[in-house]
């Protein structure tokens, strides 16, 4: 009976805990956002970022054919005339490195970046040209690299080109980076990494795409939240094969290699085995935004000290993007087997996807997976591997004065760290920074987000607008 009654008085005690809690966490009303629409300042958006999209710049190697990213510049050039009068400009193979000096060049600079190419389009499907930059009655511009990433570049580009238009001289030197082949993974970064290295010269802090100001970051938010990515998630393409007798399909063996590999894929898929965890920035994700949510989930979500084993078991059941959060992914995305449907192949073979935790890299990753591999006598090649990038500290005075920046700049919105689950060029800068970020100051919704490399990719113009005020309040308040 004692122990009843203590058992109760603790379950009392913790519920008690957690309601006047999350009672006390509940956001305020969501006000309205400060932007003021410029006519001025869209319509010039919408005109240099038009220009830009129609250069098809589809991604390139350096010794490939470069023609349309010169062509490109060319176009910089004649849309961001001061920033060519006045910025230092570097052409490594056509990734292109600007410098703008500061008051104090002995001062760690800042580097804004983003990246020239865009991945292949055709017109179908399309409701206009996938290069036509042509802006809708929607208000919105259409174009493969609207939104990914020539938004991003012109909202850096443009910002200067005002600010240089008023006189303004920054702290700091500031540095921009457009690489020509982020899209294909391919060395443009690594290669400005280098140019940076030989001359000594680290950020105090990086800002590339990947994060930006979400309609619903998470369905059921109450208002838009801006999402800055602190690290990305590790990569590896693996080619899982199998290995036996071929022959005749018309008196097939049990156990061939083909059946060994669909059933290998299925288990992956049944019990998907990777270690599932709430890493320290995950956790500050969802508490900074609890409090836009209704009463459940912002009960769940800041009391995470009780819910965390909730949280894991139930999140994966909910939504790939729950899952994917909390663990190592694997997809099974290529496939080969025998040249005619007849014939047993020999040696079958499919390619995995995984995209690696932070906390369960790349190497132990693929533990997990050999583990399964050897239950039916495959084999694992490497095709590709990277480890997740170092995670940025979200206590910085770096992050803290982006954060602070988005907050007063984006009324309406939230502010939250991110774990971005594809790759941008930014990892490579980690080795240059403590604080290599990943977010565009570019309002999009769902929808738009997902036209990223599909169909009517578009951005806002007055988003554009929006995020062009942005940097200049960013570059204007900051201080060495």
């Known amino acids: 009976m004692i122990i009843a009654c203590v058992i109760l008085g603790i379950i009392v005690l913790l519920a008690a805990a957690v309601l006047i809690r999350t009672s006390g966490m509940k956001a305020p009303p969501r006000p309205e956002s400060a932007y003021v629409p410029d006519t001025e300042l869209e319509s010039a958006c919408a005109e240099k970022l038009g220009a830009m999209v129609r250069v098809p ?46 008051k104090n060049s002995s001062a760690k600079p800042i580097l804004l970046m983003g990246h020239q190419d865009v991945v292949p389009a055709s017109d179908e499907g399309w409701s206009v040209g996938a290069f036509s930059g042509e802006v809708k009655e929607d208000g919105c511009l259409y174009g493969r690299g609207a939104m990914d990433c020539k938004g991003t570049m012109l909202v850096e580009l443009e910002a200067i080109e005002r600010l240089l238009a008023e006189g303004f001289v920054p702290e700091c030197d500031v540095y921009l980076e457009y690489s020509i082949n982020e899209e294909s993974s391919g060395g443009g970064a690594s290669k400005a990494v280098e140019w940076f290295k030989e001359r000594g010269i680290s950020f105090a802090i990086v800002l590339d795409e990947g994060g930006a100001v979400m309609d619903r970051a998470v369905s059921g938010m109450d208002r838009p939240c801006a999402v800055v990515g602190i690290t990305e998630k590790g990569y590896m ?88 959060i909390l663990a190592t992914t694997c997809c099974f995305t290529m496939m080969e087997g025998s040249d005619a449907p007849n014939v047993i192949p020999k040696e079958p073979y499919i390619v995995a996807n995984l995209r690696a935790s932070v906390h369960q890299n790349c190497e132990e990753s693929l ?114």
């Open 237 to 324: 393409d693996l080619k899982i094969s199998a290995s036996g007798h071929g022959g005749h399909s018309s008196t097939p063996p049990r156990k061939t290699p083909a059946a060994r590999l669909f059933a290998f894929a299925a288990e992956i898929e049944r019990r998907r085995p990777f270690r599932k965890a709430l890493i320290p920035e995950t956790k500050a994700m969802f508490a900074a935004m609890a409090p836009f949510f209704g009463f459940g989930m912002r009960m769940i979500l800041g009391n995470l000290w009780l819910f965390s084993p909730l949280l894991k078991a139930v999140m994966p059941r909910i939504s790939p993007f729950g899952e994917a």
């Open 57 to 102: 710049t589809v991604s390139k190697n350096e010794d490939e054919d470069l023609s349309e990213f010169y062509r490109l510049h060319g176009e910089m050039e004649r849309l961001f005339p001061l920033i060519h009068a006045n910025l230092e400009k570097t052409v490594l193979s056509g990734n292109l490195i600007y410098r703008w000096k500061g």
């Open 367 to 480: 533990a997990v997976l050999k583990k399964y591999a050897d239950k039916y006598d495959l084999k694992i090649e490497i095709l590709t591997v990277r480890d997740a990038s170092p995670v940025s500290s979200i206590s910085s005075p770096e992050y803290g004065y982006l954060c602070d920046c988005i907050r007063e700049h984006y009324t309406d919105c939230g502010v939250s760290p991110y774990v971005i689950m594809g790759g941008t060029d930014c990892r490579h800068f980690c080795a240059l920074s403590e604080n290599a970020l990943r977010f565009s100051p570019i309002r999009m919704t769902t929808a738009q987000s997902g036209s990223c490399h599909a169909v009517d990719e578009n951005v806002s113009v007055a988003a554009l607008a929006e995020g062009v005020k942005f940097f200049i309040r960013f570059l204007k308040g900051w201080k060495c």
